[in-house]
């Protein structure tokens, strides 16, 4: 084995889950390190950035092929701290930095690699940051060839003159863009009033439904009014951009309320959002993974709105997981109000996980229930 590879068999995907048929080293991070090997060899202290590596192999596999400081941005926290411990892992801790993404992020850099990500939106925001990046700069964009468009080339035109595409190689394939185009500034966070509500949502290319609010939100919203009427502290759970988190903050001008969510998109949308609407010093946003950062037993009430897609898949995994963060984190009488799809079976878990739950309100396509802790 050559030492990349030497280096790859000791990483893991811990904490996020493991199972045989879940790798922690792709097809797209080989193809993203082979494309730009000379530049990262060549590159000066500094002058690497790393964009949503998975679970560190982006990271330190550049480390590996000389890059020296490597600056890095990941939006989810789990991948954040794997690769915290598959730096430790393989001796490698030390040899980067975490950083928001910002302008601190790209000055300066000449090589930039990225797992492309899901949403248009969020390589838009990548584009238009990357644009302030060294006169000679390239950003390297890779991801499984079934979910590129060419969508992405002209999402990636925004912040560069030229864009094209490698060969594909194991099904993978990179999108290589070149010239920075001066003068571009971030367009993001977006905001948008939904005066049918009474809020304007903000977000960054990268938090789930954009500035759109979706229809659970919207079912769970117009439930809200009910929950625990007397509620100190509040929790949004997984929050995204932060609709409940401020519609509670404008309802109840004396709770205290918290937006949780692992995605640091999220966080910072949840924060835009809440100061578009007047509430910024009220609704604090923080990342966390499932609330772990929340002391047991000190809320009244929590609200979530969990994912249930994984992928293309429906799983049930994360929001158990949500579910039972807020069975922990309420006070015994505390409240959960969650929304799902119909067709999830989540009452069962939830009277498992929290306590005792009922149907509050109900639509062809969502279920809202309320569980009081036990």
Known sequence: MTDREELFARLRRDPDVAAPDL???????????DEA?????????GEVVVVDDSYGALTLGAVAAGARDVR?????LVGELALARNAGRTGLAGTYRTLPLGPELVAGARVLLAKAPRSL?????LAELAAGAAPDAVLHVGGRVKHMTPAMNAALGVGFTDVRATLARQKSRVLVARGPRP??????????????????????????????????????????????????T?????????VLATALALARP???????????AAVASAAATAAANGVAGRVRAVRDDAAAAVPDGTVDLVVCNPPFHLGAAVVTG??????????????????????YNNRLPHRAALRRLVGPTRVAAADRRFTVTVSTRR
């Open 23 to 33: 790798v922690v080293v792709d097809a797209t991070d080989r193809l993203l390190l």
């Open 37 to 45: 090997a000379g530049a990262v060899a060549a590159a000066g202290p």
């Open 72 to 76: 890095v941005h990941q939006d989810l």
């Open 121 to 125: 939106d969020a390589l838009r925001e």
């Open 183 to 232: 003068g571009v500034s971030s367009s993001f966070p977006r905001c948008r009033p939904h005066p049918e509500l009474g809020l304007t949502v903000c977000a960054h290319g990268a938090a789930f439904a954009g500035t759109r609010v979706d229809a659970g939100t919207r079912a769970l919203l117009t439930a809200l009014p009910g929950a625990a009427p007397g509620a100190a």
């Open 234 to 242: 509040v929790l949004d759970l997984g929050c995204g951009t932060g």
């Open 254 to 264: 004396g709770a205290a309320v918290t937006a949780s969510d692992a995605s640091a």
């Open 318 to 339: 994360a929001a158990d997981r949500l579910f039972a963060a807020a069975g922990r984190v309420l006070r015994p009488g505390g409240e959960l109000w969650a929304v």
